[in-house]
């Protein structure tokens, strides 16, 4: 079964680097997500984008976070500058047109 | 503005009982899906069941059956004979139901423990 992939499964990053993270969507959905789950907490939308733009962001999504689709396989959540608060597991998911998600298994990202 | 309520934080039960999650929610959108997932403690979110807004038939799945209450916009979820490998976080979410992008909107989550 097709599947979302996400990496690195867990990355530790320095408060003020900046950090890019890498989702492979499956090949034939034509919408991407990034969605955050702070430890303990609901899983919480980020962004969704389509046709190599964002069709929606959350307030969560200020402008410390970027995201883009270099390719014809990546979508990538950059977070330019992190903040302790950004630590968080991060979701990818991916959708066909007429709904059905898929998501990835997540990066745990602790920012230190 | 969607909203999914989870009112159970925590319920403990011992393995073998029956146990029924609760999930309210809250929509204009007239049409939309609703979903259950499983969250185990390795993290990854695992999907359950989505439901859509026109069905209201109840579903059963093995020990998992879901019901869909339009009325009272509630669509719970009950496991039952209950196994120790049933302990996880368990998410209810709602979408619009549309053709375009749907974001996912999550309920807070219960944490199930079944003790042996």
């Known amino acids: 079964e097709p599947e979302v992939t996400q990496t690195p499964s867990h990355q530790v990053t320095q408060m003020g680097q900046e950090v890019i993270l890498r989702c492979v969507p499956i090949?034939?959905?034509?919408?991407f997500y990034w969605y955050r789950q702070i430890l303990g907490q609901k899983v919480e939308f980020l962004v969704s984008?389509?046709?190599?733009?964002?069709s929606e962001k959350s307030e969560i999504f200020d402008d410390q976070f970027s995201v883009e689709r270099p390719d014809g396989s990546n979508f990538t959540l950059k977070i330019r500058s992190t903040k302790l608060e950004d630590s968080a597991m991060y979701f990818c998911?991916?959708?066909?047109w007429g709904g059905g998600y898929t998501f990835g298994s997540g990066t745990r990202l602790t920012v230190v | 503005a969607q909203k999914v309520t989870q009112a159970q934080t925590e319920i403990s039960v011992v393995e073998k009982e029956d146990v029924t999650l609760d999930c309210v929610y809250e929509?204009?959108?007239?049409?939309?899906?609703l979903f259950w997932y499983k969250q185990p403690p390795s993290g990854e979110l695992v999907f359950l069941i989505r439901?859509?807004?026109?069905?209201?038939q109840n579903e059963i799945s093995g020990r998992y059956s879901w019901n869909f209450q339009k009325s009272t916009s509630s669509f719970n979820f009950t496991i039952t004979a209950s196994q120790v490998v049933d302990s996880a976080v368990y998410f209810c979410?709602?979408?619009?139901?549309?053709?375009?992008?749907?974001?996912?909107?999550f309920g807070q989550g219960t944490r199930l423990t079944i003790n042996p």
């Open positions: 998911a991916s959708s066909p």
């Open positions: 929509t204009r959108d007239t049409t939309y899906y």
């Open positions: 439901r859509n807004s026109f069905d209201e």
């Open positions: 979410a709602l979408s619009e139901a549309g053709r375009g992008a749907q974001k996912l909107v």
């Open positions: 090949s034939n959905h034509l919408y």
């Open positions: 984008f389509y046709n190599n733009e964002i």
